[in-house]
């Protein structure tokens, strides 16, 4: 059946309520490091990006100028040391000192200039590449396909003509989700990668957005508008991890650690935040030539981590304090050449049922905790027009264990009852919304990404209905999390900013990180005042901590 017409951003308030009591604001702390932020062309500059990193740290501690241009950071995130300096402001260059030597206990004053660079096109994020380039919504959009595993930078630097970028389209298609330039994995089933003339008319709009016909780009190069008010409020530390081949896609906080699946190798990850320290548990190859890596990462009430094997067919558990894993894999006979078990749910308590999602063929399994058995569900198949064209996502149970889906390419929010398996699908509000990952809450609603429609949506599961929030343009969100305070967090992988909605008003504030950063499933730490933010940098190999100071 289909679901109630949805609500408008100012309707919804009468179907939120409070996640918790709003927090004071972080206490004043000492300095160790402050400045100002000017140029020749605006002066004081607000919303500049200032980077410290000690010699031989794997820790970037990164602060934003406020209105005045001034920026300061805390003395207890800058030890003694000898400090490397960096700031990002699209269009800008530093010109000036870009070291410092810091004393235990004595605060340092370093002005800081900026020069208009001359290269603008290497600052441009993805999303300042859709700005600038030629074309109509619908065109750009596409690109929200390639920004997963390389930049929107490498095509437009490219020089492949539309007869090239045919093969080059259907190549990409062959790799698997888990790819990045420096490691890109081969699907084994190469059925997507079929047919490449069908992708004539998307490689023809490349050829006029790159070097193919011109030495330079015949179209303005266009930035976004830094930050400003709040959005300066924030200190962010990024942590490198030791690899650049690391892709840390879900990452959650417990413990004092933060833990990671590894996207597109068989590890997961633990990175100690006090010190920087990292350590990684090594998976099983469970089949030998398929790609590797994993994605959903979920925790249990014991401090039990699950996850999805992706192409290695199966889901696993493992405990933190014996550090063992149990795998969960598929059997034999239903394990083919597409299967992919990316998400799971964790109301098991229920029934003993887990749920996850067979990504290759979009079709629902549910394992048998207790016997590890699964059993299969086709609920795509009872959709207006069959299963053709449409796709899972992400999956979420309600407290009752039935599951909810994001079907990716026609819309709908899909229901799957748990004890008779019966199927109802809603519509969501926005047209080509591309739904991507989303959470349930305690009440039975339903958070989600709209990718393509670049809002947060919720649908709530008791009264059938939608609500909706826009977000600042071009952040094509990837998922969704709430915090203490009823506030919304989320990012994507066009602006490299984390966006904080407060759904009572629509109100946004963004926080800019420091360099690219593809962002995908994050967390929200509750346990600090204000709350704390965590991400990891897929393609940068890197844990990223936001933590605004209001």
């Known amino acids: 059946m289909l679901g109630y017409p949805f609500l408008t951003a100012a309707a919804a308030l009468t179907v939120l309520s409070t996640f918790g009591i709003d927090a004071p604001a972080g206490a004043q702390s000492a300095v160790a490091l402050s400045g100002q932020v000017t140029s020749a062309e605006e002066g004081p500059m607000e919303g500049v990006i200032v980077n410290a990193k000690r010699e031989g740290s794997n820790m970037t501690v990164s602060v934003v100028s406020d209105e005045r241009g001034r920026y300061s950071f805390p003395a207890e995130r800058l030890g003694a040391g000898h400090y490397t300096l960096s700031i990002r402001a699209a269009g800008y260059d530093l010109d000036g ?75 990409m298609q062959g790799y698997a989700q888990v790819s990045q330039p420096i490691k890109p994995q081969r699907r084994v089933d190469q059925s997507r990668a079929a047919n490449p003339e069908r992708f004539r008319k998307f490689a023809e ?31 962010i530390t990024e942590y490198d991890l030791p690899r650049p081949t690391i892709e840390p896609h879900d990452v959650l906080f417990a413990d004092g650690y933060a833990w990671y699946t590894n996207f597109g190798e068989e590890y997961i990850g633990r990175l100690d935040p006090r010190t920087g320290q990292h350590k990684e548990y090594p998976l099983p190859e469970l089949k030998q030539g398929f790609p590797t890596g994993s994605l959903d990462l979920k925790r249990d009430h014991d401090g039990t981590l699950w996850f999805g094997m992706m192409y290695q067919g199966a889901l696993a558990k493992f405990d933190p304090k014996s550090e063992k894993f149990q795998i969960f894999p598929v059997a034999q006979e239903r394990n083919r050449d597409d299967t992919q078990l990316n998400m799971l749910t964790m109301n098991y308590g229920v029934d003993g049922k887990m749920w996850t999602n067979d990504a290759g063929p979009s079709t629902i399994l549910r394992l048998d905790v207790a016997s590890g058995k699964y059993e299969s569900f086709d609920p795509l198949a009872m959709l207006p027009g069959g299963r053709a064209g449409k796709s899972i996502y992400d999956i979420a149970a309600d407290s009752q264990n039935n599951l909810y889906m994001t079907e990716f390419q026609s819309n709908y929010i899909v229901r799957l009852d748990a004890k008779s398996g019966s199927v109802t699908y809603y519509q969501a509000p926005t047209a080509l919304s591309r739904n991507r990952r989303g959470n349930m809450d ?51 992988m066009t602006t490299d900013r984390v966006v904080r909605l407060d759904p009572k008003t629509g109100q946004s504030i963004e926080y800019p990180l420091a360099r690219d950063t593809n962002m995908r499933h994050m967390f929200v730490d509750n346990a600090t005042t204000p709350v704390t933010f965590w991400v990891g940098s897929n393609h940068g190999a890197s844990i990223v901590r936001v933590e605004p100071k209001d």
């Open 97 to 171: 000192p870009s070291a410092t030597d810091l004393a235990t206990g004595a605060a340092a004053t370093i002005d800081l200039k900026l020069r208009k660079t001359r290269n603008l096109s290497r600052q441009l994020t993805n999303a300042e590449w859709m700005m600038s380039i030629p074309g109509s919504e619908d065109e750009k959009l596409q690109l929200l396909n390639c920004v997963s595993c390389h930049t929107l930078e490498r095509i437009v630097k490219s020089t492949h003509d539309a007869d090239e970028f045919v093969q080059v389209v259907a190549r």
């Open 205 to 235: 709009y490349l050829a006029t957005i790159n070097l193919s016909q011109v030495p330079r780009w015949e179209y303005e190069l266009k930035t976004q508008p830094r930050v400003t008010g709040r959005g300066t409020h924030v200190v």
């Open 442 to 492: 305690d009440q039975d609603r339903f958070w989600f990404a709209e990718y393509r429609g670049n809002k947060i949506g919720m649908f709530d599961t008791r009264q059938e209905r939608f609500s909706e929030w826009p977000l600042p343009r071009l952040t094509q969100p990837y998922d969704v999390i709430w915090d203490k305070n009823a506030e919304l967090w989320t990012s994507g």
